[in-house]
């Protein structure tokens, strides 16, 4: 799943201006910060739910796919006013975007099954939905670009991922699913997603805020290169820590009842994450000039700000291991509460400083 994450975005430079990459980015952007600022939180509080019943499985099925179909309708009849929050966006970055709205829907209509398989820490199972749809979607967008040299490349192959990830997550999690919508399964999970609701929202000015900035302030082709600096330098942790921390939500919530085995738990989840994601972001760290090399001049400055940005690994690190311990231990106002705090005392001065020098 790695190396199908790494090879588009290390092709696509190589042939693709920064402007036409810009654009592919833009319009997965937008569909990223639509499902980002809409998260429920149904599947954790699936998964951290003790006397989990199944009406509350099919309640949150049902919740999410109607999410999702209003999302993706949203999207479509909006496009071409939130293509137009970049200034220099071509026409047919709105018909990326109503391309892209599909995601939306496909990936919030998977099978609840995987819920279950996941309280059952059958990860053996997940892998196929997890990775296969990845290499899937990898395969078909490098295809498309090296034959067509488009930034719909991006687009068809992150709806192809969509797609195949939702049809397996029925072969892999078979489950008869009933559309029905139980008020005290929906209080019950909306009491619980809120603060998922909060979290994912402050997550996104986090971690992705300051790209559409970047897009509207200095154009799509500044932004096309800063979006390729931030994802070489988040390798580590989108790649190897991400993936324990999704692991380890489970195991936290099985743990509940026990603070001082859940809090062992985190230590480990945490020094294990450290001895991974390090490593691997020094190595980003030493050859991101090498890579860029590789890339269309056009692409030099990836390089200084791809170091910059590695040295941010080791917060980010302990953030989504805490993240994931926060929530399977039925706490999530915790998480959203420190991340807010997070937000509030460095990101805020920074833009300040980035506005006030024109940075």
Not at 70 to 87: E, M, Q, R, S, W
Not at 100 to 112: E, N, R, V
Request: include cysteine.
């Amino acid at each position: 799943r790695t190396g199908a994450g790494l090879l588009p975005l290390a092709i696509g430079p190589v042939l693709l201006s920064p402007t036409d990459f810009g654009v592919a980015m833009a319009a997965l952007l937008v569909i990223a910060t639509i499902d980002a600022l809409s998260q429920t939180g149904f599947r954790q509080a699936v998964l951290q739910k003790q006397d989990l019943q199944p009406v509350m499985v099919d309640t949150a099925w049902t919740l999410l796919l109607a999410r999702g179909a209003i999302l993706a309708g949203v999207c479509a009849i909006a496009a071409p006013l939130l293509a137009a929050f970049f200034p220099d966006a071509p026409p047919a970055l709105s018909s990326m975007i109503v391309a892209c709205s599909g995601i939306l829907f496909l990936t919030s209509a998977q099978s609840a099954g995987t819920f279950l398989l996941a309280r059952q820490l059958n990860f053996r199972r997940l892998q196929w939905v997890n990775t296969a749809p990845a290499i899937v979607g990898a395969i078909t967008t490098i295809v498309l670009l090296v034959s067509l040299r488009t930034p719909w490349a991006y687009v068809w192959g992150r709806l192809l991922t969509a797609l195949v990830e939702t049809g397996l997550s029925y072969a892999v999690a078979p489950r008869r699913h009933r559309v029905v919508v139980d008020r005290d399964a929906a209080v019950s999970l909306v009491r619980f997603g809120k603060w998922i609701f909060v979290l994912g929202m402050v997550l996104f000015l986090m971690r992705t805020g300051d790209e559409p900035l970047v897009g509207r302030w200095l154009g799509l082709a500044a932004m096309g290169i800063y979006k390729l600096a931030f994802d070489l330098s988040q390798l580590p942790v989108d790649r190897v820590v991400r993936v324990i921390a999704r692991v380890a939500m489970p195991a936290f919530a099985r743990l509940q009842g026990d603070p001082d085995a859940s809090g062992a738990l985190l230590r480990q989840a945490i020094r294990v994450s450290g001895q991974l994601a390090i490593p691997a972001s020094a190595i980003v760290l030493v050859f991101a000039p090498d890579l860029v090399a590789l890339l269309q001049p056009e692409y030099a400055e990836v390089a200084p700000l791809t170091q910059l940005l590695c040295f941010g690994v080791l917060a980010r690190t302990i953030t989504a291991v805490s993240g994931a311990y926060f929530q399977g231990i039925g706490r999530p106002e915790l998480d959203a509460l420190a991340k807010a705090l997070h937000l509030l005392v460095l990101f805020v001065p920074l833009y300040a400083v980035a506005m006030r020098w024109q940075l």
